[in-house]
Nanobody
Framework: QVQLAESGGGLVQAGASLRLSCAAS????????MGWFRQAPGKKKREFVA?????????YYADSVKGRFTISRDNARNTVYLQMSSLKAEDTAVYYCAVDRYGLGAKGDTDYDYWGQGTQVTVSS
């Protein structure tokens, strides 16, 4: 079992930056691939944002955030981060972290387990 808790969301203006955190407890965090997803208002599906492998050596990004968002992790703190810069109104969503079941950089939410409760990011234009 893994428990995940996201934090760091908020209301910002377009062009601003935010850093989201996802604190993990339970299974050995350092062995787990992790991902960030988001669910925009009115959308049923969660959208892949970024993924990081167990040691931070491999990262993957959705095209919509590439160059603006950076995923990282601190295994000593059992935490994965999502640094978001140059935020746009279309980045408004609830952001979730989750465990990549196979640790292979999956982009589909069905390949993830142990979702957190989410943190709201609102970007005003």
């Amino acid at each position: 079992q893994v428990q995940l808790a996201e934090s760091g969301g908020g209301l910002v203006q377009a062009g601003a930056s935010l850093r989201l955190s996802c604190a993990a407890s339970g299974r050995t965090f350092s062995r787990l691939g992790m991902g960030w997803f988001r669910q925009a208002p009115g959308k049923k599906k969660r959208e892949f944002v970024a993924n990081i492998n167990w040691n931070g050596g491999d990262t993957y990004y959705a095209d919509s955030v590439k160059g603006r968002f950076t995923i990282s992790r601190d295994n000593a703190r059992n935490t994965v981060y999502l640094q978001m810069s140059s935020l746009k109104a279309e980045d408004t969503a609830v952001y979730y972290c989750a465990v990549d079941r196979y640790g292979l950089g999956a982009k589909g939410d069905t390949d993830y387990d142990y979702w957190g409760q989410g943190t709201q990011v609102t970007v005003s234009s």
